[in-house]
T-cell receptor
Framework: QKEVEQNSGPLSVPEGAIASLNCTYS??????FFWYRQYSGKSPELIMF????GDKEDGRFTAQLNKASQYVSLLIRDSQPSDSATYLC?????????FGDGTTLTVKP | SQTIHQWPATLVQPVGSPLSLECTVE??????LYWYRQAAGRGLQLLFY??????ISSEVPQNLSASRPQDRQFILSSKKLLLSDSGFYLC?????????????FGPGTRLTVT
């Protein structure tokens, strides 16, 4: 079992729809959870981080964390073609970080 | 906020040649530093991480090595490159905040071994 697993893609949604990206992790002691966006050929860009159970909203993005279920998700509302990218889930702690393999999202105009 | 610098942006090297990639960090002190490699269409593979000067942890066996001669400098090296070393190399720095850790990436170096 991988330490961090993301839902297999690719994921395609129409413009204006909600895109839902999911991630599970195996280490129950994990404290910090991150979502990165990576455009083709570019380095990952941090878009959301969450430390506590519940929801965290930032503009069109909402991160959700459920530590009991070891599950973290990212919702993108009103999806735009510019949101088309690969989204990486990461679990980062003291001195160690683990990334999922990523989910590729395509938003169709 | 911290800024991660990497150079060069692209590099083409023959098999068997040496390698040295440098990463420097601005805007913070005592960061945890990381080297990742990403093969085409794949996820990030953690190669090395460092929690301080001279402290290096290796995640995978390979012909690469890393060094941290200064607090904000992290170097990835190889004595003899293999074809399989081709990929996108990313340096990242993690800043501990009051709530946890936040990790940011440099622009990356695209290495092609021919």
């Amino acid at each position: 079992q991988k330490e961090v697993e993301q839902n297999s893609g690719p994921l395609s949604v129409p413009e204006g729809a909600i895109a839902s990206l999911n991630c599970t992790y195996s280490d129950r002691g994990s404290q910090s959870f991150f979502w990165y966006r990576q455009y083709s050929g570019k380095s990952p860009e941090l878009i959301m981080f969450i430390y506590s159970n519940g929801d965290k909203e930032d503009g069109r993005f909402t991160a959700q964390l459920n530590k009991a279920s070891q599950y973290v998700s990212l919702l993108i509302r009103d999806s735009q073609p510019s949101d088309s990218a690969t989204y990486l889930c990461a679990v980062i702690g003291a001195g160690k970080s683990t990334f999922g393999d990523g989910t590729t999202l395509t938003v169709k105009p | 906020s911290q800024t991660i610098h990497q150079w060069p942006a692209t590099l083409v090297q023959p098999v068997g040649s040496p390698l040295s990639l440098e990463c420097t960090v601005e805007g913070t002190s005592n960061p945890n530093l990381y080297w990742y490699r990403q093969a085409a269409g794949r996820g990030l593979q953690l190669l090395f991480y460092s929690v301080g000067i001279g402290q290096i942890s290796s995640e995978v066996p390979q012909n690469l090595s890393a060094s941290r001669p200064q607090d904000r400098q992290f170097i990835l090296s190889s004595k003899k490159l293999l074809l399989s070393d081709s990929g996108f190399y990313l340096c990242a720095g993690t800043l501990p905040t009051g709530r946890g850790y936040e990790q940011y990436f440099g622009p990356g170096t695209r290495l092609t071994v021919t």
